[in-house]
């Protein structure tokens, strides 16, 4: 799935956003009725019978391959791992051979160290955000957040946690780091008071890698900054990294569009820019201590239906959670999935799988490229992916996205207009 955003430079008003998901095509028919309704975007009528290029998912191809690679999983669980094992209640953190498995997959694809120790099981990055955001903010509490971002995380923060949203300035690298800090300085007075229980005043929640709806990374030098201004006023961040396991070829980020049969393992592929953690942990080197929260999932490169996925963080940000009543109730999150999900990283499934959909979503990369090449004016400015799901199209001055998207829609194109991706405030 890749993803397209539209969106006019000087006014939000003036833009759409286009996510070009790929199979997804005349899923739903009109007369499919409640009852019929077996997936979240039946549910939420959000396809329509054309193309909807707002589905930030996998697509059939790839999940019809999950059903082989459940099968092997299961098997191989219920082979080799007890029942107590199995049917009980996990430990908090997830089940053992899980983290241990994950560590060693996640090393080996960040090309940095990752240790089981400081992983923690979730049931997908959603589940992962209002597990911190529930134990450590409530009503009127402030998080910072990236202009622009993640639509559904800032209703999530907005609405439902009841936070005061405050938005960042961005431009091609990523949040502007003297922005955050100024922004940071005029809210101060307005944090919460720090508790030994609740030990961070406010929030920062960013999508640091290949970032919805951007596509943009942030590099070593705003990693760092960002790091060092939560550590000096006791900032929770909250790094949503859900695309970090798909970097994309060095030719296609060189500008080479051509479809290619070349295996994904032998692509020149580097690996992602280091995640946020790294440098929290960097930074806090010695000590259990940090600021910096990654917050992960499967479900961009397996199956959201898992519900599967981790946070990393230190013992500050994490013994919280692990301490906390709704852990001690029900144990770790996803217990059984996650031993499935031992089995799948253990055995190479996932290895496999993984492969498959780096070189899916790049070919799809590239055609999406391809097609804005030759038929977009030059007054669109946009750049090729680096990697994830998504390209950012900025319109000229005077194009209207709202009067974009009606226009897609007599096309049955189903497109999402920018201003979804954006809070204006900037204080509280």
């Not at 019809?64 to 007890?82: I, V």
């Not at 800090?181 to 101060?188: G, I, M, Q």
């Not at 013994?319 to 999900?341: M, N």
């Amino acid at each position: 799935m890749i993803a397209a955003f539209f969106r006019n430079p000087a006014n939000r008003s003036n833009s759409v956003s286009l996510l070009h998901q790929f199979g997804f095509r005349r899923l739903l028919q009109s007369s499919t009725t409640e009852m019929d309704k077996t997936t979240l975007f039946q549910e939420v009528d959000i396809l329509v019978s054309g193309a909807n290029l707002g589905i930030g998912s996998p697509g059939p191809k790839e999940l019809a391959a999950c059903t082989q690679l459940f099968s092997e999983a299961t098997k191989y669980g219920m082979e080799n791992t007890s029942a107590t094992t199995l049917f009980s209640y996990g430990p908090r953190s997830g089940h053992t051979g899980y983290r241990k498995e994950l560590a060693t997959f996640l090393s080996k694809h960040y090309g940095d160290v990752v240790r089981p120790e400081d992983l923690m099981a979730n049931g997908g990055a959603s589940q992962g955000l209002a597990m911190l955001t529930s134990l450590y903010f409530s009503t009127g509490d402030i998080v910072f957040v990236e202009d622009a971002s993640y639509f559904l995380a800032l209703t999530y923060l907005k609405n439902d946690v009841g936070m005061k949203v405050v938005s960042v300035p961005t431009d091609e690298g990523g949040i502007v780091t003297s922005e955050f800090e100024r922004l940071v300085a005029e809210n101060a007075a307005h944090f919460k008071t720090v508790t030994s229980s609740k030990p961070f005043r406010a929030m920062l929640y960013t999508i640091a890698t290949y970032q919805n709806p951007t596509g943009c990374s942030l590099g070593r030098d705003r990693c760092m900054e960002i790091v060092r201004i939560a550590k000096a006023n006791d900032l929770l961040v909250v790094s949503e990294d859900v695309y970090n396991l798909l970097p994309f070829s060095k030719s296609f980020q060189d500008g080479d569009f051509s479809h290619s049969t070349v295996p994904a393992s032998e692509e020149r592929v580097d690996p992602s820019p280091l995640r946020l953690y790294h440098y929290d942990r960097l930074l806090n080197e010695g000590t259990s201590m940090g600021n910096v929260v990654s917050n992960s999932t499967f479900s961009k490169v397996l199956a959201p239906g898992a519900r599967l996925g981790w946070l990393e963080g230190s013992k500050h940000v994490l013994d919280p959670l692990r301490g906390s009543a709704f852990l001690q109730s029900g144990g770790g999150v996803q217990h059984f999935v996650s031993c499935l999900g031992e089995q799948l990283l253990a055995h190479g499934i996932q290895e496999r799988h993984l492969a498959m959909c780096r070189q899916t979503f790049e070919n799809r990369a590239k055609a999406l490229c391809r097609a804005f090449r030759e038929h977009l004016p030059a007054e669109v400015v946009w750049r090729p992916p680096a990697g994830g799901y998504f390209i950012w199209l900025r319109l000229p001055a005077g194009v209207d996205g709202m009067q974009l998207k009606k226009a897609a829609l007599k096309e049955n194109i189903s497109l999402t207009h920018g201003e979804a991706f954006s809070e204006s405030s900037s204080k509280v």
